[in-house]
Structure formats: C-alpha cells, structure tokens
C-alpha cells in the first residue's frame, strides 16, 4: 500500500512538473533561435539609423527587457516613416492597418514574419515564462500608439498645447508604459514619471522635426508633400505667426522664435515637475500631485506577492526607462543657445554628450 502511494504522489508530481514547463516547451520561438537574432539585429540596425538616442540608451534597461525595448523603438521609427515613404495617404493608412494587425498576431503568440514583430512577440513570451504570466502587455497602449502616429499621414495642425501634450502622451509616454510593463513595473508612481517624460520627450521630438515637417523635400525624401508648420494654432495666433511666412522666410518669419520658445517652455516644464517629483520621492514624500491618467485603460494597478516596494523603489528600479528625459534636455538646451531658430542645422545632429550625461543621471537616479 505504501509503494502504490509513493508512485502515485510521484506520479501526480511528474504530470504538475509537465504543466508548469509546458509554456515554455510549446514556444514558437528561443532566445538561441537565428530567426531571434536575425530580428534583434534588424531593430538595432534600424534604430542606429534612425533613432541612435534611444540606440545608445537601451543599455539603460534592465537586459531581460532589452529585446522588448529595441523591438518597441523600431516599431516606433517603422511607424514614424510611413508618411514618408508612402507615396498616399491610403498606401499609409494600410501600413497602419497592418501593424494594428499584426499586433493582434503577436499578443496571441502567432506573429508575421516581420522582423519586428517576430522580437516583439519573443520578448513577450519571455515576459510571460519570467512572470508566470502574471504580467500583462497593454494592447490599448500599442493601439493608442498606431492611431496617434496616424494624423501624421495628413499633417494636421494641433488646435492648441493641450493636444499637442495628448499626441505626447499617447507616443512617447505610452512608449514608457509598455516598456514599463516588460520590466515588468505595476506602479502608480513610475507611470506618472513616465507620463511627464513622455510629454517632454514627444513635445521636443515635433519641435525637432518642424524643419522637416515644413520642407519634406529638403532631406530628399517626402518628395510631393504638402509641408505644414506643425505648431499648436493658439500658440501662433498669440505669437502672429503665418504659415505662408514660415515658408517664404524660414527662421525668419515673425513671431516663429516666440512660438518655439513658448512650446519648448511647455517640454521644459515637465521635465521641471520630473525633477521635483524625484526630489520629494528621495525626501520620503508623495510627488506632491495626482497621476491624471490613474484608473484609465493599462492605468490598474494590482499588488502580486507579499513584498511591496516603496514609490521610490519602484522608480530606481525602473529608472532606465525615463533615460530619454537626458537627452530632451539636453536637446532644449541646445535650441536655447542658438535663441530658438529652430531651422539650424546643428539641431538635427546627434548629441555627443548623451552617453556620458545618461550614465550620470542613471547613476545619481536624478533626471
């Protein structure tokens, strides 16, 4: 009787080992897999190229999500140039269509074979052996990200600031929260952190690209678009600027360095409530103001386990992912110097102090 009990536990703990395993045995895809490499060789390349900030700041986050993140930016930059390399507005409107469809793909773990989504879809089965599955990918937010990136097929002008900071917060902010939750980080705090980088980081990134947005083919490409002076309408009615005069006097249209002034201020004061929020977290306070955004879709927040983390824990561990806050600042000092004339060119260059001055604020955990 004793020998039938002992094989029958041991018989039952076999088929509970095969269950807990079977997640991971029934993956389409391994770290070792050369189709893996292929793709996580295909992101890098592609953001060396066209994004190198967020290249260069990938090794800031914690490397069981480093996959996830180079997978995200270039699905990013993939989704950035549409507008210029469509040659109409329905060829891009399919582009999204796909990428809306292969996100659908790669959350029920069967992506095309598209480099991106093949890492992205790895990086999430990762993410799910490493939690048990117990954390969860936002398909709201990657949705967010496609139709925001959409109103750039037709270039139009953001009525006022406050949707400028909209289109920020569902770029570059939600960027953060998925790449967030790949860490993974459940947390009220981190996200709001997250929510102020992002509006700085977005509001920065369409200053930086008005030239190109104004002249599509001046760089060469966008060849046959309409060029649009992308610049919240309240802020150059206040300042007196006229699009027609932005494109027959450049830098020198009245009113344009007023204008870009006023939106920078606008990225800078987020950048300026990050810090004092980081400030009153190391002093053992709250951050001294309500997250807008909590309770929203992907805003819920669940404790898993006994061990809770202190707000300020959350953000260091987290630290990583608000990296290119480094960048936004430095990139707004720049444009500073040269008194807001948002048309010189050295403004479209790489910062070469970017990796010196991360690791600074990465290591001092100050922004």
Known sequence: MNTTLKEITRTTRQITRRKQIQPSQTRQYSQSNPEIHAAQKYCSDLLRKYDRPSYTLHTFIPRPAQSFYLALRALNVSLSLIPETTTSHTIGLMRLQFWRESITK????????????????????????????????????????????????????????AALESYAENTYSTLMYLTLSALPVASVTADHVASHV???????????????????????????RQGAVMLPLDVMAQAGVKEEEVFRLGAEAPGLRDAVFTVATRASDHLITVQQMLSNLQAGQDVGHAFEHEGEEGHEYEVHGERQESPLDEVNRAFGVFMPAVGTRLWLDRLQKVDFDIFRPELLTSEWKLPWKAYMAFKRKSL
């Open 106 to 161: 790669v959350l029920a773990g069967s992506p095309p074979k598209e480099p991106i989504a093949i890492l992205l879809s790895s990086a999430i089965e990762d993410l799910h052996a490493r939690t048990q599955g117990r954390a969860r990918v936002s398909k709201g937010w990657f949705t967010r990200l496609i139709n925001a990136r959409e109103r750039a097929l037709t270039n139009d002008p953001y009525p006022d600031i």
């Open 198 to 224: 992002g509006k700085a980081v977005g509001i920065a990134a369409v200053l930086r690209g008005l030239p190109l947005v104004a002249f599509p083919g001046a760089g060469g490409s966008g060849q046959g």
